[in-house]
Nanobody, 121 residues
Framework: QVQLVESGGGLVQPGGSLRLSCAAS????????MGWFRQGSGKQRTLVAL???????NYANSVEGRFTISRDNAKNTNYLQMDSLKPEDTAVYYC???????????????WGQGTQVTVSS
């Protein structure tokens, strides 16, 4: 199994910044992609940003230019730098990883428990 532990959420004023971190541990053979999804109150969980092991990135249109995802492959950790935060960014942010526990196992999705980000004055 793969465990994901998130950190860095909290309360910030509009226009402020936060940095989320997510570390993967456990029986990891490889992680092909890591990233973040978010779920606002009464809304569906949606993609925020993804990064592959080679560094290719994908962002939701709503965060493009404000959020930056990065990754340390040696540490199986990814980071989401969130700048120019808006009240509509308020949500629970979930770390995501697509990983294999052995060379022959099928890549499977893993999720963190979520960290609350609140943008409010």
């Amino acid at each position: 199994q793969v465990q994901l532990v998130e950190s860095g959420g909290g309360l910030v004023q509009p226009g402020g910044s936060l940095r989320l971190s997510c570390a993967a541990s456990g029986s990891i053979f490889s992680i092909s992609a890591m990233g973040w999804f978010r779920q606002g109150s009464g809304k569906q969980r949606t993609l925020v940003a993804l990064i592959t092991s080679s560094g290719a990135t994908n962002y939701a249109n709503s965060v493009e230019g404000r959020f930056t995802i990065s990754r340390d492959n040696a540490k199986n950790t990814n980071y989401l730098q969130m700048d120019s935060l808006k009240p509509e960014d308020t949500a629970v942010y979930y770390c995501y990883a697509l990983g294999q526990t052995t060379a022959r196992s099928t890549p499977s999705p893993y999720w963190g428990q979520g960290t609350q980000v609140t943008v409010s004055s």
